[in-house]
């Protein structure tokens, strides 16, 4: 590798203050960043992130639940640079080596049936796709969503998620319809699981007989809600929702965008620990750990009519993300990512619920492998979200070295979604920090 071809522009030691200047003169405010004062990385190793000052931070969040190989990945840098040698793109108008191949693998650990893939650049745009074609397919406009759920940032992605971002006033496109999420913590009926009988799955059928003509697209969904704040249904749930699904004719969407890619430990996708065979898949995030890539995989019956004129992107399925993501999906499998997921998240949520045992401001624990949310509340009975609270808890760990995320519809929950290489050693110092911030900011409770 020339690194004298590489411009001087990037290669320059700037200072943060250079940078964040540069941002605000140069940037739409929709980029913010985490922080009073942010931080400029420049690099990193395995799941710890290095800033322009040499400080280094244990990464809990993975840039948004994406790097699920951490940094620098030898593999994964060694594949870009091959692919990148040979050809970085063309069109899908014509072959490429790259894009068969990924579909074949994705296909040989995609749940039953689901053997062909389409791939695009991000969420949002497989979202959108997914849903254009279910409803090519099923001839009917009506797709449901759960409420919390969040899906993109597109005009449809953004009109099915309810997680609580609405800063304009939008009226819904015709079709779109919520139902409600399983949120045992805050269950919309007021009752109690498991004693609940599980009225927030069967309220669906409530939706589909009042605000449909009784024919489905598709039902989407995520297995734990993300952006959301970490909401993990009952298992039943999806069973009960499903069944519903299928008898209105519908497509189940299991919009697997943050659960995909061995991050709930021990199955490559979320909705396989609730023992429900989805129509399709949704993905992105970890699936290029960080490149962007994005997708769906279905079966061949409903992909039959979805033709260029339905689904095109310049970008879709080219040669260098493509070649990145064959790279991923072996390096989960050579390192066991599945089994250490559930090892390590699992290892976590009881240090976790170990620290709520001492800490009041900490309302619940929840989640799946390396996906936990630490709900933060003023009071465990009223369940008062620490709104607040939480930002100071962010702005503590990061003057100790630790990364995390932030969600809800209060936006008061801790989003632990790391980078599946995270240690347990690094597990421990997280805990330890994470302690030592409760306690800070309990102080003002
Ligand atoms: C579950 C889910 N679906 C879809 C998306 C949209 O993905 P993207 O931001 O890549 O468009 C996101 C992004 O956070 C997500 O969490």
């Not at 959108?128 to 099923?138: D, Q, V």
């Not at 489905?216 to 699904?245: D, M, R, S």
């Not at 390396?370 to 930002?391: C, F, H, Y």
């Amino acid at each position: 590798m020339n690194d004298e071809l590489v411009p001087d522009a990037l290669k320059k030691a700037y200072s943060r203050e250079e940078i964040i200047d540069k941002e605000k003169k140069h940037i739409v405010p929709t980029v913010g960043h985490y922080y009073k004062d942010p931080v400029l990385f420049v690099e990193g190793e395995g799941a710890v992130l290095k800033d322009s000052e040499g400080h280094e931070y244990i990464d809990l969040f993975a840039g948004i639940c994406t790097t699920i190989t951490g940094y620098a990945h030898p593999k994964l840098v060694a594949t870009l640079k091959w692919q990148a040698e040979r050809l970085i793109y063309t069109s899908t108008l014509y072959s490429t080596v790259p894009y068969p191949i990924l579909a074949e693998k994705l296909a040989k650990v995609a749940p039953p049936g689901l053997s062909q893939a389409y791939i695009v650049s991000s969420g949002s745009e497989a979202n959108e796709h997914a849903l254009f074609m279910a409803r090519k397919y099923t001839k009917s406009p009506y797709i449901i969503a759960c409420s919390r759920g969040y899906h993109g940032r597109t005009a449809l992605t953004r009109e099915i998620s309810s997680s609580g971002w609405r800063s304009v006033p939008e009226s819904h496109p015709p079709g779109v319809r919520f139902t409600p999420n399983g949120h045992c913590y805050r269950c919309q009926f007021g009752k109690e699981f498991p004693d609940c009988d599980f009225e927030c799955a069967r309220y669906l059928r409530e939706v589909v007989r009042t605000q449909t003509n009784k024919a489905l697209a598709a039902f989407i969904a995520e297995p734990i809600q993300g952006v959301g704040g970490i909401i993990q249904p009952p298992k039943e749930y999806f069973q009960i929702v499903h069944e519903i699904v299928k008898e209105y004719g519908g497509l189940y969407i299991s919009d697997e965008v943050q659960t995909g890619f061995g991050r709930t430990g021990g199955k490559w996708w979320g909705i396989q620990h609730a023992g429900v065979e989805p129509d399709i898949i949704t993905m992105a995030k970890g699936f290029g750990s960080g490149l962007p890539i994005g997708g769906f995989l279905t079966k061949p019956e409903y992909a039959e009519d979805f033709m260029m004129i339905d689904g095109f992107a310049t970008f879709g399925g080219n040669p260098l993300t493509c070649a990145g993501a064959i790279a991923v999906l072996e390096i989960i499998e050579e390192s066991g990512y599945l089994e250490k997921a559930a090892k390590n998240g699992e290892y976590m949520k009881k240090k976790l619920q170990g620290l709520q045992e001492d800490h009041k401001i900490i309302g619940d624990v929840r989640g799946q492998g390396l996906m936990i949310g630490v709900e933060l509340v003023r009071d465990k009975k009223t369940k008062e979200p620490a709104s607040q609270e939480i930002l100071k808890v962010m702005e503590i760990t990061k003057e100790k070295g630790l990364l995390i995320g932030k969600g809800g519809l209060d936006n008061n929950v801790i989003r632990i979604q790391p980078p599946l290489e995270l240690t347990q050693p690094q597990i421990d110092s997280a805990c330890i920090i994470l302690d030592e911030a409760f306690t800070e900011v309990e102080k003002s409770l």
